[in-house]
């Protein structure tokens, strides 16, 4: 019996000894289990910190704006639809879209876009003498893109595109003290004579006029990001530029002061695009306008427009197309101020060493609360290197423009 309890306790403390040392390896083991998957989670972690701290290589933004102005005005009396001091009702708005998307890699390339879209239109409720209601007052469809690879600090050497086109049949209106009327030449016009077929003639057109630069040069970059201010100077030496007019129509560019007609010319939008046109019989065309200017002095109009015809028949606009090669310089400015106040702005000049052309546009934005806001843009433009009469240069008929408007209305901005 004593050798059996013996045995048995040897057995027991066998076991215990196991069980020991079974239960040591396993906290053992869940030690250094515990202990790899910290430090698994911590390479984890350190890994998302370094993935959120990494930039990313864009750069966007979009600024959407919806403005308009309304006016209403009832009848003062059953035969007058004014005020009783004047006036008429009006309807305008404008749509304005500006987006842009940059990219800078670590290798040095960059890549900037810049995409602007403005239609306008307004109307004052009764027709023109052509029948319309409403009128353009703004189209504007660009792109422009400019790749480059960076040469040193700030400086890159790039390749940059610009393209601006119209979308839309746009109309001239007066534009000096005298009426500045015009009326298509087209046969359709010769039926039921009259003054009031006169009507404006169109400046504009579907991709007409399409202007397109290209150059080769150097971009330089400025960035502060605690004034929040990006500052872009484009500098080609050697640049193209390219003008092209799908639309072709010839019409009568007329300046009359009520009485007599003064200055009457065949012209098209070629003409006005500054590509052109050529007279291929000067004598025959100054002729046939003089016969117009006499017979309109006398009210006899189906002489007056049966000669108009026979001096366009003389008018051959120019090719679609014109292009000349000179140098461009392009600057672009951006700041945002404050949450409230921001501005942008552009400056192009070009030169093909015979004239020069220099659009500037300047947009200031206000925030007044959230979403309504407040625009001021102005738009200086010359343009010298447009084709000339024979015997005069572009510098003799070119003349300042100035584009100017103020709004409020709904805008948003993003940017990423």
Not at 135 to 153: E, M, N, Q, R, V
Not at 220 to 247: R, T
Not at 300 to 313: I, P, S
Not at 372 to 380: D, G, I, M, Q, W
Request: charged share 20%.
């Amino acid at each position: 019996m004593k050798r059996i309890l013996l045995f048995v306790g040897a057995v027991l403390m066998a076991f215990a000894t196991n069980a020991q040392d079974a239960v040591v390896a396993t906290a053992t083991e869940a030690t250094q289990a515990i202990t790899e998957l910290s430090n698994a989670t911590a390479a984890a972690s350190d890994a998302a910190k370094a993935t959120e701290a990494k930039p990313s290589p864009w750069k966007m933004g979009v600024d959407i704006a919806l403005t308009g102005t309304q006016n209403f005005v009832s009848k003062n009396t059953s035969w007058s639809s004014e005020w009783y001091n004047g006036g008429n009702s009006s309807l305008s708005g404008l749509f304005a879209l500006k987006s842009w998307f940059n990219y800078k890699g670590e290798q040095g390339l960059m890549w900037d876009n810049l995409v602007e879209l403005k239609y306008g239109i307004g109307t004052n409720f009764s027709k023109d003498a052509a029948g319309r209601a409403w009128h353009l007052s703004d189209d504007k469809t660009s792109y422009s893109t400019k790749l480059g690879y960076a040469i040193g600090k700030g400086w890159n050497i790039a390749w940059n595109g610009d393209l601006t086109t119209t979308l839309f049949r746009n109309y001239s209106t007066i534009s000096d003290n005298r009426a500045k009327m015009f009326f298509p030449v087209s046969s359709d016009l010769m039926s039921g004579i009259d003054p009031n077929h006169m009507s404006d003639a169109f400046a504009s057109a579907c991709v007409s006029p399409l202007r397109f630069t290209t150059g080769i040069g150097v971009d330089y970059k400025y960035e502060n990001a605690a004034k929040n201010i990006e500052l872009s100077v484009y500098i080609a030496p050697y640049a193209y530029k390219l003008v092209y007019v799908e639309d072709m129509t010839k019409f009568a560019s007329i300046k009359d002061d009520g009485d007599a007609i003064g200055d009457l010319q065949i012209s098209s939008i070629s003409d006005v695009a500054g590509i052109g046109q050529n007279i291929t019989n000067q004598a025959a065309y100054d002729a046939a306008l003089q016969k117009a200017k006499d017979a309109h002095s006398v009210a006899d109009f189906t002489t007056f427009y049966n000669e108009l015809n026979n001096a366009a028949a003389y008018v051959n606009p120019n090719h679609h197309k014109s292009y000349n090669v000179g140098s461009l310089f392009d600057v672009q400015y951006r700041q945002k101020f404050n949450d409230n106040v921001s501005l942008f702005s552009r400056l192009q000049f070009y030169t093909d060493y015979k004239g020069i052309e220099v659009d500037w546009e300047i947009t200031a934005d206000f925030t007044l609360y959230k979403l309504l806001t407040a625009r001021l843009s102005v738009n200086p433009r010359y343009d010298s290197t447009v084709a000339a009469p024979e015997g005069k240069t572009g510098w003799d008929i070119a003349k300042l423009q100035l584009k100017e408007f103020v709004s409020i209305g709904l805008a948003y901005r993003f940017e990423k």
